[in-house]
């Protein structure tokens, strides 16, 4: 499962940055204990072993999350758990004077009461109430296996700053000449001729074929996605979503475009819905499918652009961990075998000049509105030089990241100006997709973005440090 999901509030921290009149600290200085504050304000509450409103807080947020307001008992669930998130502020009052978090806790608690027309007595949310179990949604089926372990005090210890977990989704992806961005959102740029498991797990299996794009070159690109989701007992039955090249089915294997069974409900916070286990949306025809697993909350985008096909997947952490040691070869989970990279540490060797190919170099096209949407015909090679494939993927990609310099490479590869949007849509279906948008961005290594944040994590104690002596 994923990480703990509790952050603390900044309490005031805007105040806490803002220097006395006589104390003119320089910008860097200042900017130093703005980081200090941000990384560690939220651990100065929560560690703290007397005060434990944050376990209050916590324990209130898990408990709504299992009401709805389409439930009929909403009105009379809620008002118990705000009468147990008062009476925990209440046993821990003495011990948290001082503390703003508590203070703003307590009025959040009596504006909530006022609101919903609470009653101060009453009963109070001792056990967790009973969900509607869906055991082919992934979310009903998390919530429900949280809820029975935690009325029977399993998997939930009480030390300072616990809180209750929920799941953590990953991403991955495969474009281009193939470029790989992992679950640990490592970059890598292959050769993998052949076959290749991207995901096999006891859930799924993504495997995907790579054929050589240029002779005398070892890139080479995807042609061909086999995607097979494993049967899972009262949900769906085996199901084999297959594409290549100039086939984007949208359809499984068998011909159906769903799985499982229509006509059950879900409860969401928009009210019943009926939903399916397994299902396929064409988005758009020969270009772009998407699949959905609810039963394991996983979503995969296929595209094609050009000759090949590009991937995108964003899948529960808890599913992905589920294999053995003879499922370990997957390019998702470890990345690629190190004789199969081609890059070094992120940088991107430049390839052979272009009259090394044998093709005719051709001046850029200019940017234009239609640039977009501009899918180039089969075998029409368009060579530039290192100025012209910059200015080319320039027009799709604006921030110069890993996405861009993969575009520049692909370019100057090929020759084949597909892969400018194959990039591009790469980086959206990222973005769409990816859990955590600050881990959005990767530079190459030596990059100007990427030279400071990545290490500050480091440093940062140091940095504190050095702000404390230099004041005091």
């Given at each position: 499962?994923?990480?703990?999901?509790?952050?603390?509030?900044?309490?005031?921290?805007?105040?806490?940055?803002?220097?006395?009149?006589?104390?003119?600290?320089?910008?860097?200085?200042?900017?130093?204990?703005?980081?200090?504050?941000?990384?560690?304000?939220?651990?100065?509450?929560?560690?703290?072993?007397?005060?434990?409103?944050?376990?209050?807080?916590?324990?209130?947020?898990?408990?709504?999350?299992?009401?709805?307001?389409?439930?009929?008992?909403?009105?009379?669930?809620?008002?118990?758990?705000?009468?147990?998130?008062?009476?925990?502020?209440?046993?821990?009052?003495?011990?948290?004077?001082?503390?703003?978090?508590?203070?703003?806790?307590?009025?959040?608690?009596?504006?909530?009461?006022?609101?919903?027309?609470?009653?101060?007595?009453?009963?109070?949310?001792?056990?967790?109430?009973?969900?509607?179990?869906?055991?082919?949604?992934?979310?009903?089926?998390?919530?429900?296996?949280?809820?029975?372990?935690?009325?029977?005090?399993?998997?939930?210890?009480?030390?300072?700053?616990?809180?209750?977990?929920?799941?953590?989704?990953?991403?991955?992806?495969?474009?281009?000449?193939?470029?790989?961005?992992?679950?640990?959102?490592?970059?890598?740029?292959?050769?993998?001729?052949?076959a290749w498991p991207l995901i096999d797990n006891d859930y799924l299996s993504v495997q995907v074929?790579?054929?050589?794009?240029?002779?005398?070159?070892?890139?080479?690109?995807?042609?061909?996605?086999?995607?097979?989701?494993?049967?899972?007992?009262?949900?769906?039955?085996?199901?084999?979503?297959?594409?290549?090249?100039?086939?984007?089915?949208?359809?499984?294997?068998?011909?159906?475009?769903?799985?499982?069974?229509?006509?059950?409900?879900?409860?969401?916070?928009?009210?019943?819905?009926?939903?399916?286990?397994?299902?396929?949306?064409?988005?758009?025809?020969?270009?772009?499918?998407?699949?959905?697993?609810?039963?394991?909350?996983?979503?995969?985008?296929?595209?094609?652009?050009?000759?090949?096909?590009?991937?995108?997947?964003?899948?529960?952490?808890?599913?992905?961990?589920?294999?053995?040691?003879?499922?370990?070869?997957?390019?998702?989970?470890?990345?690629?075998?190190?004789?199969?990279?081609?890059?070094?540490?992120?940088?991107?060797?430049?390839?052979?000049?272009?009259?090394?190919?044998?093709?005719?170099?051709?001046?850029?096209?200019?940017?234009?509105?239609?640039?977009?949407?501009?899918?180039?015909?089969?075998?029409?090679?368009?060579?530039?030089?290192?100025?012209?494939?910059?200015?080319?993927?320039?027009?799709?990609?604006?921030?110069?990241?890993?996405?861009?310099?993969?575009?520049?490479?692909?370019?100057?590869?090929?020759?084949?100006?597909?892969?400018?949007?194959?990039?591009?849509?790469?980086?959206?279906d990222m973005e769409s997709l990816h859990p955590h948008p600050d881990r959005w961005r990767i530079?190459?290594?030596?990059?100007?973005?990427?030279?400071?944040?990545?290490?500050?994590?480091?440093?940062?104690?140091?940095?504190?440090?050095?702000?404390?002596?230099?004041?005091?």
């Amino acid at each position: 499962m994923g990480r703990a999901g509790c952050r603390c509030r900044r309490c005031g921290a805007e105040r806490l940055i803002s220097p006395r009149p006589e104390l003119r600290l320089p910008p860097p200085l200042l900017l130093i204990l703005a980081l200090c504050l941000t990384a560690h304000i939220g651990q100065c509450q929560v560690a703290t072993a007397q005060c434990r409103i944050q376990k209050c807080t916590t324990d209130f947020v898990t408990y709504t999350s299992y009401v709805t307001p389409a439930l009929d008992v909403f009105d009379t669930e809620f008002c118990k758990a705000l009468r147990a998130y008062s009476a925990c502020t209440q046993r821990t009052a003495k011990s948290c004077r001082g503390n703003l978090v508590f203070h703003s806790a307590v009025l959040g608690i009596s504006d909530l009461m006022s609101q919903r027309n609470c009653s101060q007595d009453g009963p109070t949310s001792s056990t967790y109430p009973e969900v509607h179990h869906e055991p082919c949604n992934y979310h009903s089926r998390t919530q429900h296996a949280h809820t029975h372990s935690h009325g029977h005090g399993q998997g939930h210890g009480h030390g300072r700053g616990q809180c209750h977990t929920q799941p953590g989704y990953l991403f991955c992806g495969l474009f281009g000449d193939p470029h790989l961005r992992t679950f640990k959102d490592s970059f890598q740029t292959c050769k993998v001729e052949g076959a290749w498991p991207l995901i096999d797990n006891d859930y799924l299996s993504v495997q995907v074929t790579n054929v050589p794009v240029v002779t005398g070159s070892s890139a080479t690109a995807t042609n061909k996605i086999t995607i097979i989701f494993k049967p899972y007992q009262g949900c769906t039955d085996q199901k084999v979503y297959q594409a290549i090249t100039d086939d984007l089915p949208a359809a499984f294997v068998d011909g159906t475009v769903s799985s499982g069974d229509p006509n059950h409900n879900s409860v969401t916070d928009s009210g019943a819905t009926k939903v399916q286990t397994l299902w396929i949306v064409e988005h758009s025809p020969g270009h772009h499918v998407e699949l959905y697993a609810g039963y394991i909350d996983v979503t995969v985008i296929v595209r094609q652009l050009g000759r090949y096909l590009t991937l995108a997947v964003k899948i529960p952490e808890e599913i992905t961990q589920a294999y053995d040691a003879s499922q370990d070869l997957q390019l998702c989970l470890n990345g690629c075998p190190s004789a199969e990279r081609i890059d070094r540490d992120g940088l991107l060797p430049l390839p052979l000049a272009p009259a090394a190919l044998g093709l005719q170099l051709q001046p850029p096209r200019r940017p234009g509105p239609a640039s977009q949407a501009h899918v180039s015909p089969y075998n029409s090679p368009r060579v530039l030089d290192a100025e012209g494939a910059q200015e080319r993927c320039r027009e799709q990609l604006e921030v110069q990241d890993i996405y861009f310099h993969s575009c520049v490479f692909d370019l100057l590869t090929t020759g084949d100006v597909n892969f400018t949007a194959a990039a591009y849509s790469a980086l959206k279906d990222m973005e769409s997709l990816h859990p955590h948008p600050d881990r959005w961005r990767i530079y190459p290594r030596g990059s100007a973005p990427s030279a400071f944040y990545p290490a500050l994590p480091l440093f940062l104690p140091l940095l504190c440090a050095l702000f404390l002596a230099l004041v005091q």
